[in-house]
């Protein structure tokens, strides 16, 4: 191996410095230019273990009904704001939110994260989340005869 600043073969193991923002392998002598790095502790991971749990939760995720927001939750948001009389402000206040945030919302400019999506639900006393069942895509593929489309999985909302 040679120095990345000289060039020169390096002996033994090269020495880790870090020259105006940029981290070299470099001899002895060039290390003294920069500031010498330090190695980063290695993790070990027992390999069984750590498969097995992430098979575990990948099984768990992959059954379980995942959730997702309905596609006018603005629309329910904003009625339920007007039924109760609050204006966006309050609103805000009451969940903790900035109004842009809730005016996107009701807008339809903004989907909101689940986090956010409970706050209004439970404020406004609406229901936006609706669980969705996993699909088992095999039973697809063997039932078509002409093979899996995205018209045979798709449900369609009306």
Do not use: H
Not at 98 to 112: A, C, F, L, N, Y
Request: charged share 35%.
């Amino acid at each position: 191996m040679r120095c990345e600043i000289c060039g020169k073969p390096i002996s033994g193991k090269p020495i880790r410095t870090k020259v105006d923002g940029a981290v070299l392998d470099t001899c002895k002598e060039c290390s003294k230019l920069g500031r010498i790095q330090k190695a980063p502790p290695q993790r070990q991971i027992k390999r069984k273990t750590a498969k097995k749990q992430s098979t575990q939760k990948y099984q768990r995720k992959r059954d379980e009904p995942s959730e997702e927001i309905v596609e006018n939750f603005g629309n329910i948001c904003k009625q339920a704001r007007e039924s109760k009389g609050w204006s966006r402000e309050q609103l805000g206040e009451k969940i903790q939110e900035k109004v842009s945030v809730i005016k996107k919302i009701e807008s339809g400019k903004m989907t909101p994260e689940l986090n956010l999506a409970y706050k209004f639900e439970k404020t406004l006393n609406i229901k936006i989340i609706e669980k969705v069942d996993n699909l088992d895509l095999e039973q697809f593929k063997t039932s078509s005869s002409g093979g899996l489309t995205l018209g045979s999985i798709v449900k369609i909302k009306k």
